[in-house]
């Protein structure tokens, strides 16, 4: 059984007193225990965030990482120093990323590497851009994205690692794929894994569908058979929101 996970990335948002503020806000919710709750905070947040979330069932995880443990890499944060902290999931290759700095699927493979290496689970983002879905090139597209992604990976890393399958043009825009699409589409990455490992990567693998996920969508989509949580920008910065996502 894949435990289900629902992730809030909160992006640029968020000064340390509003994350404190907005974690004081979910922790006066009950979650539901079946359900893995994690906030991806911004990094100058983490380790106040992680204090706060002591005595909770709340996971913490990062928004990217370096590959490297150190060195001349002015402005980044590397896996040595979010395992420091605590960090339990680190968020990698989000189609922002990838758009607006360059991250690229080799560098994403680095990071998954690096992440794995260090016990922080990578949630790896794929999905296709509107022109791509238009040209239904979106299984040739996901299918690079992951396998590019995954390139040496062992099969046993495989339950430590997350999919979220974030499709470009439903992100921020109030567009959100149909469950049946998004199950679809987290179908055919089931599919992907299974051809390269096995059958029981296949079912050990957890894919989270992402993009303009709200309360009133979340049932429908997590009563699909390949769909075991979500990825959530905006509704997770709204403490109310996000526990009914949980509460699914
Ligand atoms: P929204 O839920 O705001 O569309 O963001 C989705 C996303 O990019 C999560 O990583």
Redesign the pocket.
């Known amino acids: 059984m894949r435990l289900p996970i629902i992730a809030g990335?909160w992006?640029m948002n968020n000064t340390i007193s509003e994350s404190l503020a907005l974690i004081e806000d979910i922790k006066k919710y009950d979650l539901n225990k079946e359900v893995e709750a994690v906030v991806c905070v911004p990094y100058i947040s983490l380790s106040k965030v992680k204090k706060a979330l002591e005595g909770t069932d709340i996971k913490l995880g990062a928004q990217n990482m370096h590959w490297e443990d150190n060195g001349a890499y002015t402005g980044e944060i590397s896996p040595v120093m979010l395992k420091e902290i605590g960090v339990d999931y680190c968020?990698i290759g989000?189609?922002?990323r990838r758009q607006y700095f360059n991250e690229l699927d080799d560098r994403v493979n680095k990071k998954i590497k690096a992440a794995l290496k260090y016990d922080i689970k990578p949630i790896v983002?794929v999905g296709e851009t509107l022109e791509e879905r238009e040209a239904s090139k979106e299984e040739e597209v996901v299918k690079e994205q992951v396998l590019k992604a995954l390139e040496n990976i062992e099969k046993e890393d495989i339950k430590n690692i997350v999919i979220?399958y974030?499709p470009i043009w439903?992100?921020?825009?109030g567009k959100t794929a149909s469950s049946d699409d998004a199950n679809k589409m987290c179908e055919f990455i089931r599919k992907t894994i299974g051809d390269k490992y096995d059958v029981e990567a296949k079912e050990d693998i957890r894919i989270q569908y992402?993009?303009?996920?709200k309360p009133d969508t979340i049932k429908d989509l997590m009563a699909k058979k390949d769909v075991d949580g979500a990825?959530?920008?905006?509704?997770?910065l709204v403490a109310r929101d996000f526990v009914s996502l949980v509460n699914y």
């Open positions: 990335n992006k968020i989000h189609s922002e983002c979220a974030e439903a992100i921020g825009t992402g993009g303009s996920v990825l959530v920008g905006g509704a997770s």
